[in-house]
């Protein structure tokens, strides 16, 4: 008996994929290819040479220097590298220019007279002969009197007589003795009253510079603490507390031809008294006398030193 064949049931799609083959498929279409582009040639780097590791260690690191040249000083001075050798050359450099700014300075005090005027430097030479004078005079009284001591064959005798003539000139200094001798006389005549203390003072500074060895104005005896002052009252002057009116008249002992040169200097105290209307007029004696006398004042503070 034939079979009557059934109808085949459709297969599973995964089933029937897994069986048969699968169909080809249809080709995709083909898009027009691009035309490359030129490609150049790569550059090969080259080859690193690596340097031994000994090499490497031992070498200095390069330091990129700045391009400015202030910033370049700058960085060669900053910061300071000091070492002992410079620090005691430094030192030696510092003690060696105080020395000479100490000879500098004492240098110029001594040439302070450069600038001086013409007339002051010769009122300083007169200053300065008659002092020379006076101190080479005094000398020789002391080299006289050391050989009468030495020759007189009586020494306490001759030390007595010295030691009262050597008082009674420093009676003659201090003011409690009477003076004459060869001298000036200065008249200072003042009718405008322009005359003051100042000026009197400065003509004093004047003669005992010129080696005045006792002074008197009017009746005050001149000494080493004398001081001048104006009146309150608009006239005249007061000396040692002592009213004194002019006509001022100044007694000096001493050499004349010291005193009046240093009068009469250009620049001096008889210009200067010319300058206020008054006039100066000088009288050389050979005889002058200084009889006012002054009271002594006993020491408060000062007294003879223990030798």
Do not use: C
């Not at 002051?120 to 001591?149: P, S, Y």
């Amino acid at each position: 008996m034939s079979e009557e064949k059934k109808p085949q049931e459709p297969e599973q799609p995964g089933e029937a994929e897994a069986g048969k083959p699968k169909a080809p498929e249809q080709p995709a279409a083909v898009e027009p290819e691009a035309v490359p582009e030129p490609v150049e040639p790569a550059v090969e780097p080259a080859p690193v040479v690596e340097e031994p590791v000994t090499a490497r260690q031992s070498s200095p690191i390069p330091v990129a220097l700045p391009s400015d040249g202030r910033e370049r000083l700058k960085a060669a001075l900053w910061p300071p590298r000091v070492s002992r050798g410079q620090l005691v050359v430094a030192l030696l450099l510092f003690a060696l220019g105080l020395a000479l700014a100490i000879q500098v300075r004492s240098t110029n005090d001594h040439s302070q007279l450069r600038g001086a005027r013409q007339e002051d430097l010769v009122r300083i030479l007169d200053e300065l002969d008659g002092r020379q004078q006076r101190l080479q005079f005094e000398k020789t009284q002391l080299e006289q009197n050391l050989a009468q001591l030495e020759n007189s064959s009586n020494q306490a005798k001759e030390a007595q007589e010295q030691t009262r003539k050597k008082a009674a000139e420093l009676g003659v200094l201090a003011g409690t003795e009477k003076a004459a001798g060869p001298g000036i006389v200065l008249t200072i005549d003042d009718p405008q009253g322009q005359v003051k203390a100042d000026m009197l003072l400065d003509t004093l500074q004047e003669l005992r510079a010129a080696g005045a060895e006792a002074i008197q104005i009017n009746d005050v005896r001149v000494v080493a603490g004398t001081y001048f002052t104006d009146n309150a009252s608009g006239g005249g002057v007061r000396i040692d507390g002592k009213s004194v009116s002019q006509p001022f008249r100044f007694a000096v002992v001493g050499n004349p031809q010291d005193l009046t040169p240093a009068l009469n200097i250009p620049g001096g105290v008889v210009r200067s008294l010319e300058k206020q209307q008054a006039r100066a007029t000088i009288v050389q004696q050979q005889k002058v006398v200084v009889d006012a006398l002054a009271t002594p004042r006993p020491l408060q503070y000062g007294k003879p030193a223990a030798k």
